[in-house]
């Protein structure tokens, strides 16, 4: 097991455009979260998932972010009519439920909006 | 609403120094805080993880302390090496997710 893994590492999009994220947990882990981190600041949460269960939802995921996890294995995370402001890094981490709650972090997936 | 405060925002050392990292959150009804290193561009890699019912945990040059009843924790480095340089996150849970702070950006030279 290689850990959590995110593709693609970069994107640069016009604005408008949809783009979308996937993100692979580590094979044992039960619960997936996406974060979004900008430059300078902390990662902010976004949403998580146990299972194929989708269950919070920050309101800084707006109606053109959905997120999806169908067969509670890797998750996507699309971002339609992309904006300037949705550029950031966007990452994904997994951890079990039930064990200690370490989290455990991608490689992230970059965003540039034109 | 929890919120996690880093200080200092930035740290500048030469190489051999012992370092302190605060963390420092509002809510202390947390069910454990997690200690990140983020490389410039790079995702954050797991350092430390402290649960609630324990005072501190050590890996290696490491070592992080929990104090819920001030709020507070702290990041020990000891002997800080170049290769210590990165961005040094914490972020406390007390629902299923995690806050981060902002992070102290360490620099260490020869």
């Known amino acids: 097991d290689t850990g959590v893994s995110q593709d693609p590492r970069h994107k640069i999009t016009k604005r408008g455009q949809n783009v979308t994220f996937r993100c692979d947990p580590i094979?044992?882990?039960?619960?997936l979260y996406w974060y979004r981190q900008t430059l300078g600041q902390g990662p902010e949460f976004l949403t998580y998932?146990?299972?194929?269960?989708?269950?919070?939802k920050s309101r800084l995921l707006s109606d053109r972010f959905s997120a999806e996890r169908p067969k509670g294995s890797f998750s996507t995370l699309e971002i339609q009519r992309t904006e300037q402001g949705d550029s950031a890094m966007y990452l994904c981490?997994?951890?079990?439920?039930?064990?200690?709650?370490?989290?455990?972090f991608g490689e992230g997936s970059r965003l540039t909006v034109l | 609403k929890q919120e996690v405060t880093q200080i200092p925002a930035a740290l500048s050392v030469p190489e051999g120094e012992n370092l302190v990292l605060n963390c420092s959150f509002t809510?202390?009804?947390?069910?454990?805080l997690q200690w990140f290193r983020q490389d410039p561009g790079k995702g954050l890699t797991s350092l430390l993880l402290?649960?609630?019912?324990?005072r501190e945990q050590t890996s290696g040059r490491l070592n992080a302390s929990l104090d819920k009843s001030s709020g507070r924790s702290t990041l020990y480095i000891a002997a800080s090496q170049p290769g210590d340089s990165a961005t040094y996150l914490c972020?406390?849970?007390?629902?299923?997710?995690?806050?981060f702070g902002t992070g102290t950006r360490l620099q260490v030279f020869p």
């Open positions: 981490a997994s951890t079990f439920r039930g064990g200690p709650g370490e989290l455990f």
């Open positions: 094979s044992e882990h039960n619960r």
């Open positions: 998932f146990q299972n194929e269960a989708q269950l919070e």
């Open positions: 809510d202390s009804a947390i069910y454990n």
């Open positions: 402290i649960q609630s019912s324990q």
């Open positions: 972020a406390a849970s007390r629902t299923d997710k995690l806050i």
